[in-house]
């Protein structure tokens, strides 16, 4: 089995997990650029966070067989933050980047005219910069967040198949799936989603424009959820076609829109700097 | 601090026992005329004749030469892909007083694989020492990558203890000292010392020493008297 986790914040995880992750078969992901729990301060933060996410990142990843992608954006936790706003002038410069994807997480936390402003100038950007776009959805007043997203997605002039609407439930999905938007669901062990409810969610809206992620990050979290999932999927009498779709073809077709996914890695290493002996020695025991 | 350096050591070597793998005599001449005929070299043209014109257009073309050139090995110039070396040329065509400026920025502002280019370029351009600071930056990372290109022949640079510590770290980190441009010319006395005290340790630990390193520390120690 293969598995593309569309959305998972590796920063915040351990070498163990990319392992654990390589031997499960996750074997691509992308994440995208998101609050890190703790404010940032000024545009700095975010472009040093950036940097890593196209540079030390992807190199850690291919340590384990893990081909690594990105999507650039002012999140929406932040877009209110007049610190953070002046970032928005330094994306296009990133967006331009090799290995990225997406112009994401954009989106809405407590909808205000501040995170309107935000969303709004990053949906041009995706449109200016032939980019796929990822929207996070809010927690709180989930389904009044989610209409007023696609609302602005509508009015933004973008393509609806170039937009994947993240971290929907059984009360949201219906929302969105009539729009040509992706529908993105996360995968959390107590809150969001659980596999058996997102097994039930593919048995009554089918498995087109679906993307199923683990969204892990620093918070209770699980990478391997995308696993339990297929898995679930399984038991409940899918078969491998549907779960490949689910799990791989699905999230590819999606990225692959940005003309930027990369997926040569997973068959033929780079010259010298992937074998695993070599590039093994600067992480695995780097540092001692 | 001071490291005791161990009296047998001979001093820095003048003939190389390893030959040089890095370009280190690549120009900007020989990778233009590496594109010739190549299906990429329309791009190539328009945009180095765009960063002759308007400088701020290679914050785009830059980013984008991955795409547009390709990224397989360039034909006819050893140790160098076809994304680098449109790179290199970008860079070149940069007016005077532009081209510090942008190159910090691009490296700045450059994912690995742009900070990659941007440091295999240094020795080609005429940019004197102003680039230095961008040799420390990847040195200090673990990228194996970054650390390699930071290597070439601009690394003349570097003063000898800030070049030691990066041969170490190469040595530490697993990346190939074939990288190292002029690597016997300049190893002295004190990286020989810094090689044997980590032999020690990799041996302590029970780990082999890489091969490349072991064969410099027999270099620099061999022919005591
Ligand atoms: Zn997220």
Redesign the interface.
């Known amino acids: 089995m293969r598995i593309f986790d569309p959305h998972i914040h590796m920063t915040s995880r351990t070498t163990d997990d990319y392992a654990r992750m390589a031997a499960a078969g996750v074997l691509a992901v992308v994440e995208p650029s998101f609050w890190l729990g703790q404010p940032r301060t000024n545009p700095g933060s975010f472009t040093d966070y950036f940097d890593s996410l196209l540079g030390w990142e992807p190199y850690r990843a291919a340590q384990f067989g893990v081909v690594h992608h990105a999507t650039i954006a002012l999140n929406p936790k932040e877009a209110g933050d007049p610190r953070c706003v002046p970032v928005l002038d330094l994306l296009p410069r990133y967006l331009d980047k090799d290995r990225v994807v997406a112009v994401g997480e954009i989106g809405y936390d407590s909808m205000t005219p501040e995170e309107d402003d935000a969303f709004e100038r990053q949906l041009a950007l995706a449109v200016e910069h032939d980019l796929p776009a990822l929207v996070h959805t809010p927690h709180r007043d989930k389904a009044r967040g989610t209409r007023r997203t696609l609302e602005l997605v509508a009015a933004s002039g973008i393509d609806p198949g170039r937009v994947a609407v993240d971290h929907l439930n059984e009360v949201t999905v219906g929302l969105v799936s009539g729009t040509g938007c992706w529908m993105g669901f996360s995968i959390y062990p107590e809150t969001k989603m659980s596999p058996p409810r997102m097994v039930e969610i593919l048995r009554r809206h089918g498995t087109e424009r679906v993307l199923v992620n683990s969204a892990a990050d620093w918070g209770v979290s699980d990478p391997l959820l995308t696993l339990e999932t297929a898995n679930a999927m399984l038991a409940a009498g899918f078969d491998e076609d549907d779960v490949d779709r689910v799990m791989w073809r699905n999230p590819v077709e999606f990225y692959a829109q940005s003309g930027r996914l990369d997926l040569t890695g997973l068959t033929a290493a780079e010259p010298s700097f992937a074998e695993p002996t070599f590039a093994g020695s600067s992480i695995k025991r780097g540092g001692e | 601090m001071n490291r005791p350096v161990e009296p047998s050591v001979k001093p820095p070597m003048r003939s190389s026992g390893t030959p040089p793998v890095q370009a280190s005599d690549e120009s900007i001449e020989r990778l233009r005329d590496a594109f010739q005929g190549a299906p990429q070299e329309a791009w190539l043209d328009g945009a180095v004749e765009a960063v002759a014109g308007r400088p701020g257009s290679i ?2 073309s830059f ?2 030469a ?2 547009r050139a390709g990224r397989a ?1 360039l034909a006819g110039v050893p140790g160098w892909s076809a994304d680098e070396a449109a790179r290199a040329l970008l860079l070149a065509a940069l007016p005077h007083d532009r081209l510090t400026p942008e190159t910090l920025d691009l490296y700045r ?1 450059g ?5 990659r280019a941007v440091l295999k370029a240094l020795p080609l351009l005429p940019i004197g020492t102003a680039a230095v600071p961008l040799l420390l930056d990847a040195l200090r ?5 970054l650390l390699a290109a930071a290597l070439g022949p601009y690394a003349r640079h570097l003063d000898q203890a800030a070049w030691r510590q990066a041969v170490l770290k190469c040595v ?5 000292l074939n990288a190292v441009d002029r690597l016997d010319e300049r190893a002295d006395a004190e990286l020989a010392a810094m090689l044997a005290a980590f032999a020690e340790e990799r041996e302590a630990a029970g780990r082999p020493m890489p091969q490349d390193a072991e064969a410099l520390l027999r270099r620099l120690t061999s022919e005591e008297t």
């Open positions: 914050a785009r980013a984008a991955g795409r090995p502002y994912d690995a694989d742009e900070k990372t673990n990228d194996a990558r530490f980190t697993g990346v190939p």
